[in-house]
């Protein structure tokens, strides 16, 4: 059962820096989606790389899935609001991904796999968020863990907030998965109208809102659904405050900035052209992912 807590107190919050509307896009075997978190975000979003949003109740949206592909030197984080997907991976794990779950990916030094549905009618909707590692975890082995709804901590506010906490740390619950080197925060927020919601957060991490329901206000300025508002750095701040005149739900994330070069060439991100240009050998010669085996 959730915990029931009071709200965290904050002083000061955050403001909205500008709102940015996805772009619409395909990725896989031709998945529609919208890129919320794009590339030219990459170092003002730092430690994240990548936001998608996908949902539709039309099969042809969805239904060819993502064949196998490869990854390097980052995370990929799957969270299904509704339908189920099956991975598979060269490093021998297999799960299905349903409605509420999570999967959380740690490619590290390389992995090859596939995201299929399971489903061939029916809504399809949920996210796929990639972080980066800093320079000296990127060739770590691979790590993976699927997470059922039930396994994810949550936590109602006294103004009756419904939160789920996949990363980090939010009203005294500790989420699902925890990251010293980014210390990501991934919150998915339930406000009822006319509630809000504090989260504390170092000034210096950046962090962005994702409306996918409602509307919601922060410091006074409008975040519309399907927007994402980045969060000002501010020295004085010491958190964020959600406002919710209608029923609204978001995604909050945020993290600890690694500061280090980014160089990404489509699925391996590395901190130099040698690593990309090691990475596309290895992919080439077969050693990608063979800690499989």
Known sequence: ??????????????????????????DGAGVKLTRVLTQDLQQRLDPFLMLDAFGSDKADDYIAGFPDHPHRGFETITYMLAGRMLHRDSAGHEGLLESGGVQWMTAGKGVIHSEIPQQEKGVMEGFQLWLNLPGRDKMNPPWYRDFKADDLPKVITN????????????NGTTGAVTRDATQALYLDIHLPSGTFFDQAMPPDHHAFV?????????????????????????????????????????????????????VQYGPFVMNTQDEIRQAMMDYREGRLGETAH
């Open 1 to 26: 059962m959730p915990n029931t807590l009071p709200q965290q107190t904050i002083l000061q919050s955050r403001t909205v820096e500008r709102l940015v509307a996805g772009q619409a896009t395909s």
């Open 210 to 262: 994702y409306v996918y329901r409602g509307e919601v206000s922060i410091a006074g300025r409008a975040v519309p659904t399907q927007r994402m508002a980045i969060l000002a750095n501010e020295p004085l701040s010491d958190g964020v405050v959600v406002q919710a005149s209608t029923d609204a739900r978001l995604l909050l994330i945020a993290g600890k900035p690694i500061n280090e070069p980014i």
């Open 159 to 170: 103004q009756g907030v419904q939160v789920t906490v996949i990363a980090g740390h939010s």
